[in-house]
């Protein structure tokens, strides 16, 4: 069982940075997951943003977010990074960081066993 919290949403003009965090917790080890983030805007369905293997050598991003946003992790902290770059209102969404058991990069939502409660970011324009 794995736990994730996120962390570091709120309010920025079109242009600015933010940087979201995800720490997991529980019995079963997060460093041994692959790790993705989502985001849910309104009105829209959950889509992938990033995604990062276990050991943090392989990544993927949407191309919507290419070039603007980095996934990264720190498995000594059992915590995952989103850097956000550049933002744009259209970035404007609630995003959840989840959990794959597999260990590889995942695009797909369904593989996904853990998910937190997301973290909301509001881009104005």
């Known amino acids: 069982q794995v736990q994730l919290v996120e962390s570091g949403g709120g309010l920025v003009q079109t242009g600015g940075s933010l940087r979201l965090a995800c720490v997991g917790s529980?019995?079963?080890?997060?460093?041994?997951?692959?790790m993705g983030w989502f985001r849910r805007a309104p009105g829209k369905e959950r889509e992938f943003v990033a995604a990062?293997?276990?050991?943090?050598?392989?990544?993927a991003y949407a191309d919507s977010v290419k070039g603007r946003f980095t996934i990264s992790r720190d498995n000594a902290k059992n915590t995952v990074y989103l850097q956000m770059n550049s933002l744009k209102p259209e970035d404007t969404a609630v995003y959840y960081c989840?959990?794959?058991?597999?260990?590889?990069?995942?695009?797909?939502?369904?593989?996904?066993?853990?998910w937190g409660q997301g973290t909301q970011v509001t881009v104005s324009s």
């Open positions: 990062i293997s276990w050991g943090g050598s392989y990544t």
């Open positions: 529980g019995r079963t080890m997060m460093r041994t997951y692959s």
């Open positions: 989840a959990a794959h058991r597999s260990g590889v990069v995942v695009i797909m939502q369904s593989g996904y066993a853990y």
